[in-house]
């Protein structure tokens, strides 16, 4: 799998966390700042976590262990299979890619389009100051709305004391800056297009946004029941969701009044808040948890002889001397361009033998080998081989390895210990 699959594949999973998290301790409360400031912390980590290292912190904690142990046993090994049956997999897997960025080259497209309307709008319609606040006045009936530090209002629509509250109600949206949260959560749906739960955080970001505008114009003064009146009798078609702009009169109007006559939440409420940093802490681990195991030794693979530190003969073209060969150290070996290029190197080298494919031998071959501390690979060993033509493919590619950076104990270049499982698998 490519980075970049990898990449968006972390994003998705951690959306669907998110918002299973936020469905199940967050949407029924009336804290709307926190929701909103949680939503945006949802969205930008669900972004970011994936490019994040933490690699050396876990590395330091023991108890981390385990875990490394179990994923690496399901995870961090290379498969291979036959040329033939590569094949379709490979153009299926293009075709997959190419759809994927047409649609969201499309909805790119629909937003810029959808950008290129309000500002054309704003351009095109006339200015005026009502109540104190600067708007654009629309030449058609039409539902309120802005974007930004755009008001559009088509005020013969209203009367005077409905244009209050609208106006309070849209500058609430203008003033917060609420459409940062909505060109963001369009462009996570945009990224993430295949995933329904992108879309419905898009959706839980808008509601949140009008919760928060309607709060401001009840806090203001005005009569709540009269407000709940006026949302009902605006009946213009808008949909806020199909939408760049934040809408006064959106579908939800059966939540927005719910929510408006809901008791406030008690602030001791707020604490759940705090859940939000253990799920941070776990999607952190499960990012960094397959370089860890590519590169952490006391996790190595059904291996119970490995030790702390082992003798080891090396160097066949000096005469032999025995070096410390490391299992664990400060530093851990690299092999050249990451772990995600070691994996392509494998998978990009290894080729299924033919006689092993038309006798249907497969199977999953784990190798052990030292790197030196000047980066050469030697003493590759099958721990757990499956038959001799896999097993000598195997060590055919960990043998035309180029160089790696050696590990570091002390701050010196020492040679280490290194686990690699591939497996052979037919279709």
């Not at 006798?359 to 721990?383: M, Y």
Request: aromatic fraction near 12%; charged fraction near 20%; proline fraction near 5%.
């Amino acid at each position: 799998m490519s980075p970049e699959a990898i990449y968006l594949l972390k994003v998705n999973v951690a959306l669907v966390l998110f918002y299973a998290f936020y469905r199940l301790f967050f949407y029924k409360d009336t804290f709307f700042v926190w929701r909103r400031s949680l939503l945006l912390a949802f969205l930008g980590l669900a972004v970011v976590y994936p490019l994040l290292n933490i690699q050396e912190w876990i590395r330091e904690r023991e108890p981390m262990n385990g875990i490394i142990l179990t994923y690496s046993a399901i995870w961090s090994d290379v498969t291979v299979t036959p040329a033939e049956s590569a094949g379709w997999q490979s153009l299926v897997l293009t075709v997959a890619a190419g759809c994927y960025r047409t649609v969201a080259a499309l909805l790119a497209l629909r937003f810029t389009v959808q950008l290129g309307r309000i500002f054309h709008l704003a351009w095109r319609s006339r200015r005026a100051v009502i109540g104190g606040t600067n708007v654009y006045l629309l030449d058609k009936p039409s539902g309120a709305f802005s974007f930004f530090r755009f008001i559009f209002l088509y005020p013969d629509a209203h009367r005077e004391g409905e244009v209050e509250k609208i106006l309070t109600h849209e500058r609430t949206h203008a003033s917060e800056w609420h459409s940062i949260d909505v060109v963001i959560s369009e462009w996570m749906c945009i990224l993430c297009w295949m995933n329904p739960f992108a879309w419905l955080l898009k959706r839980e970001v808008r509601y949140n946004l009008e919760y928060l505008a309607d709060n401001t114009v009840l806090q203001s003064g005005h009569d709540s029941k009269s407000y709940q009146y006026l949302l009902l009798g605006l009946t213009h078609p808008h949909k806020a969701a199909a939408n760049l702009y934040n809408n006064f009169n959106v579908s939800h109007l059966k939540k927005r009044i719910s929510m408006m006559n809901k008791a406030r939440s008690h602030a001791i409420g707020k604490i759940k808040y705090l859940l939000f940093l253990p799920l941070t802490a776990a999607l952190m681990l499960f990012s960094n948890m397959e370089a860890i195991a590519h590169v952490t030794k006391k996790v190595a693979v059904g291996d119970p002889s490995l030790n702390p530190a082992t003798l080891v003969a090396e160097k066949p073209d000096a005469p032999q001397e025995k070096k410390k060969v490391y299992t664990v150290v400060e530093i851990m070996p690299q092999f050249p361009g990451g772990t995600n290029a070691l994996l392509q190197y494998i998978a990009r080298n290894v080729k299924y033998p033919k006689e092993a494919h038309e006798k249907g031998i497969q199977g999953r071959v784990i190798l052990h080998f030292v790197i030196n501390d000047d980066g050469r690979i030697s003493d590759i060993e099958i721990a757990r081989g499956v038959d001799p033509l896999l097993d000598a493919e195997a060590i055919r590619v960990i043998e035309s390895m180029p160089k790696w950076t050696p590990g570091k104990q002390n701050g010196k270049d020492v040679c280490s210990r290194y686990t690699m499982p591939i497996t052979f698998r037919l279709q």
